[in-house]
């Protein structure tokens, strides 16, 4: 009987290790909408006009590093709720263009980022994007997740902006 025990709890343990190895698998993986340019539009002409602000924010400044454009989307007193940038308007563009060294290109017809959905309501605008992270518990792996960004639209213009980021 000891000896049974012996090689169950020794088979058990061959068994289990290999699950506990391996990374979570039992999520889905984050998928981009087909037609992004699709998700920044609305039948609402305000919610239209506010995903519009968020759509040159991402396309001209985000990928394109044309911060010189700043003012065309972002208010003065921009408020951003990132802890890796000041609040102002002259606060992001210094954090883009001095910290992170952001160089322009040539701003594209159409957006290279994936994205998941783009909500709209009142004054705000949510844009949802697939993300791959590491694995800390698998360094050779990774998995997917969502990223979010969301910006607050007053008069044309992002007057204040909140995301996930931490700390490097």
């Keep these: 009987m000891k000896r049974l025990f012996v090689v169950a709890v020794a088979l058990a343990a061959v068994l289990v290790q290999?699950?506990?190895?391996?990374?979570?698998?039992?999520?889905e993986a984050v998928v981009p909408a087909g037609d992004a340019e699709a998700l920044f539009t609305s039948p609402d002409p305000v919610l239209n006009a506010n995903k519009q602000v968020v759509y040159g924010i991402i396309r001209d400044l985000l990928e394109a590093g044309h911060w010189e454009m700043a003012d065309r989307y972002l208010s003065e007193g921009y408020i951003q709720h990132n802890p890796n940038a000041a609040?102002?308007?002259?606060?992001?563009v210094e954090y883009f263009t001095k910290v992170r060294q952001v160089k322009p290109q040539p701003i594209p017809a159409r957006l290279k980022t994936p994205i998941v959905s783009v909500t709209a309501?009142?004054?705000l605008v949510v844009v949802a994007?697939?993300?791959q992270v590491k694995d800390p518990k698998h360094p050779?792996?990774?998995y997917s997740t969502t990223w979010f960004d969301m910006w607050r639209i007053r008069d044309g213009k992002a007057?204040?902006?909140w995301d996930p980021a931490l700390l490097p």
Excluded: I
Aim: cysteine-free; overall charge negative; proline content about 11%.
């Design 18 to 27: 290999p699950v506990m190895a391996q990374p979570a698998t039992a999520q």
């Design 87 to 92: 609040s102002g308007r002259a606060a992001v």
């Design 121 to 123: 309501e009142g004054d």
């Design 129 to 131: 994007y697939p993300r």
């Design 140 to 142: 050779a792996g990774d």
């Design 159 to 161: 007057v204040e902006h």
